[in-house]
T-cell receptor, first 114, second 112 residues
């Protein structure tokens, strides 16, 4: 079946604007993860969902970041009042179950804040 | 919190040479996973190691999980230009915390 999809693939925004990033996980995958990858950096964990609930929000960089998941499927990551340091590739991954399991990554959304 | 250190940060080899990247965790892991990210691409899962001392092979790639389940390595024999990319290890501590903590990766470049 289809893999993890993310939209938009690229987003350019002005400082101070809000942005919404979308992730469609693999059908049937109950766990969903958001990561951020800055230029030349590793993957920074942001948040994960088991079903619609997020047991661990410790990775969110600030209160400008929020995420939700509805229907155990699509997830949105919202960044309010974007700052230049928010510029990065935002990657979404999903796995069949929560826990020790393979994560399948989407292609990412490249966010550029001017 | 849990930290996963990966070395080296960069490795340049001639085609045909071997390559190894090492991963060390500050805490005992329940499992470790390895991912490969090609330039401009997204991470792709390679393998998961769960058992202490486990060794798994995929063609020219050999993955090891240490006896103490705190370190791991990925060895590529006779590198090819198709091996180019960044190799990430990622560990899970298990228990009530299933967060996957990634190392910063090793960028491998191969000179043909």
């Amino acid at each position: 079946g289809a893999g993890v999809s993310q939209s938009p693939s690229n987003k350019v925004t002005e400082k101070g604007k809000d942005v919404e990033l979308r992730c469609d996980p693999i059908s049937g995958h109950t766990a969903l993860y958001w990561y951020r990858q800055s230029l030349g950096q590793g993957l920074e964990f942001l948040i994960y969902f088991q079903g619609n609930s997020a047991p661990d929000k410790s990775g969110l960089p600030s209160d400008r970041f929020s995420a939700e998941r509805t229907g155990g499927s699509v997830s949105t990551l919202t960044i309010q009042r974007t700052q230049q340091e928010d510029s990065a590739v935002y990657l979404c991954a999903s796995s069949l179950v929560w826990g020790a399991d393979t994560q399948y990554f989407g292609p990412g959304t490249r966010l550029t804040v001017l | 919190g849990q930290q996963v250190m990966q070395i080296p940060q960069y490795q340049h080899v001639q085609e045909g040479e071997d390559f190894t990247t090492y991963c060390n965790s500050s805490t005992t892991l329940s499992n470790i996973q390895w991912y490969k990210q090609r330039p401009g691409g997204h991470p792709v899962f390679l393998i998961q190691l769960v058992k202490s001392g486990e060794v798994k092979k995929q063609k020219r790639l050999t993955f090891q999980f240490g006896e103490a389940k705190k370190n791991s390595s990925l060895h590529i024999t006779a590198t090819q230009t198709t091996d180019v990319g960044t190799y990430f290890c990622a560990g899970q501590s298990g228990g009530s915390n299933y967060k996957l903590t990634f190392g910063k990766g090793t960028l491998l470049t191969v000179n043909p």
